[in-house]
C-alpha cells in the first residue's frame, strides 16, 4: 500500500505545525540575540536602521523556510514574529497559497496516479485534521496566540467541544477528489480519544466523510494501518 503523501501537500502540513503544540515563545527573541551580538552578519542592518523593513524579511524568510521543511523540530514562533504568522495566517494570500497547493495534487493525480474509474482500492491518503482539514484559525483569533503562548489545552478542548472549526479553504475539495479516486483516507490527530464524537461532528458538518480511520492520539498508527 503506498503511504506517502504528495510533497505538494507539504504547504497545508507546514502551516498545521505553525499554530498547534507551540510553547510559550516570551522567553526567547531573536532581536534580543542578534543585539548581544551588536548585529546580523547577513543582514547588518537588522537590529540598527530598517528595522521594521528587515524584520518584516526576517520573519517571511523564517515562514517560508518553515513551509520548506528547512527549519525542522522548532518549539516556538519568534515572539517578534507573531503578528507576521497572524497577517499571513487571515488573509487571501494564505488561501490563495492553499488553493495553488490544492490544484497542484490534482493536477499530479491527472499525469501520475489512477483515474477516477482505474483504482484497484490499494492506495491510501493520511491527512492530519488541525489545519490541514479543520482550522483553528477562529480559535487563535478568539485568544490571540498564534503560536506566541503556549497552548492551552483545557480551552482548545472547550473550543473543539462546540464542533465549529470551518474547513481549512479548499481542502473539502482535494479531499473529495482523493476520495472519488477510491483512495482510502486516513486521518490523524494529537486530539484526545474523549474529543471523538465532537471530532467527527465537526468533519463531517465540514464537509468531510467516508473516511477509513479517524486514528487519535491514543491509537497506534501501525495498528490502525495493518
Request: glycine share 6%; charged share 25%; with cysteine.
Amino acid at each position: 500500500m503506498d503511504r506517502s503523501i504528495d510533497r505538494s501537500i507539504f504547504l497545508s502540513l507546514a502551516l498545521a505545525s505553525l499554530l498547534v503544540g507551540v510553547v510559550s515563545a516570551r522567553d526567547w527573541n531573536i532581536l534580543n540575540q542578534l543585539k548581544s551580538l551588536g548585529s546580523s552578519p547577513s543582514q547588518p542592518g537588522l537590529v540598527t536602521s530598517g528595522l521594521s523593513t528587515n524584520l518584516k524579511r526576517y520573519c517571511e524568510s523564517w515562514r517560508f523556510n518553515v513551509e520548506v521543511h528547512n527549519i525542522r523540530n522548532f518549539d516556538v514562533v519568534p515572539q517578534e514574529c507573531v503578528s507576521h504568522v497572524q497577517n499571513y495566517m487571515t488573509s487571501s494570500q494564505y488561501e490563495d497559497d492553499v488553493e495553488r497547493a490544492v490544484d497542484e495534487v490534482i493536477l499530479h493525480f491527472g499525469s501520475m496516479c489512477c483515474s477516477k474509474s482505474k483504482c484497484d482500492g490499494m492506495d491510501a491518503w493520511i491527512f492530519d485534521v488541525d489545519d490541514t482539514l479543520l482550522s483553528t484559525i477562529p480559535y487563535h483569533k478568539s485568544n490571540g496566540f498564534f503560536g506566541g503562548e503556549k497552548l492551552n489545552s483545557t480551552k482548545f478542548e472547550d473550543w473543539v467541544r462546540k464542533r465549529k472549526a470551518p474547513p481549512v479553504p479548499h481542502m473539502v475539495k482535494l479531499y473529495h477528489e482523493i476520495r472519488e479516486r477510491g483512495i482510502k483516507i486516513f486521518l490523524i490527530s494529537s486530539r484526545k480519544e474523549y474529543l471523538r464524537s465532537a471530532t467527527v461532528d465537526n468533519l463531517i458538518q465540514a464537509g468531510y466523510y467516508g473516511w477509513s480511520n479517524l486514528i487519535l492520539s491514543s491509537y497506534s498508527l501501525l495498528d490502525a494501518l495493518s
